[in-house]
């Protein structure tokens, strides 16, 4: 069932943990690119948006899970157990088995760290307007 609340945020609610979730990825796969074996990691954004979205509304997800509780993606997200997360496909296989590539890694950082702020300045937008609805100021 959908609440005013998360209504009046739309996507970017549902979008900042996920974010979130990601750059905690991308900056793992970082801090292991000299870790041999490490495969790197990554999350199907627009898969678990949808998702989200889909729970957020009390719609049955595309793998045919009916939602029961609106926590469920987000107790994913606080265990750091999403089901959109998957292996990410080295483009230079190395000889140590790692998939880590650093400077794509870095790329896709700046990238998720401009789309988090993205989020976050939409959601402090909408606060601050709401602030001013009530305040009258």
């Given at each position: 069932m959908s609440n005013p609340i998360s209504s009046y945020f739309g996507v970017h609610a549902d979008a900042l943990p996920l974010r979130e979730q990601r750059m905690k990825l991308?900056?793992?796969?970082?801090?292991?690119?000299?870790?041999?074996?490490?495969?790197?990691?990554d999350i199907d954004f627009n898969a678990a948006l949808d998702?989200?979205?889909?729970?957020?509304?009390?719609?049955?997800?595309?793998?045919?899970?009916?939602?029961t509780n609106e926590r469920h993606l987000s107790d994913a997200i606080d265990t750091g157990r999403l089901p959109f997360q998957f292996t990410r496909q080295a483009s230079q296989p190395s000889l140590d088995g790692n998939t880590v590539d650093p400077?794509?890694?870095?790329?896709?950082?700046g990238r998720a760290a401009l789309e988090y702020r993205a989020s976050l300045s939409f959601l402090e937008s909408k606060v601050r307007n709401m602030l001013t609805a009530i305040t009258g100021q």
């Open positions: 991308i900056a793992s796969n970082l801090a292991n690119a000299d870790t041999p074996g490490y495969k790197a990691q998702s989200a979205r889909q729970q957020r509304m009390g719609l049955q997800d595309g793998n045919g899970m009916a939602t400077d794509a890694e870095r790329a896709a950082y």
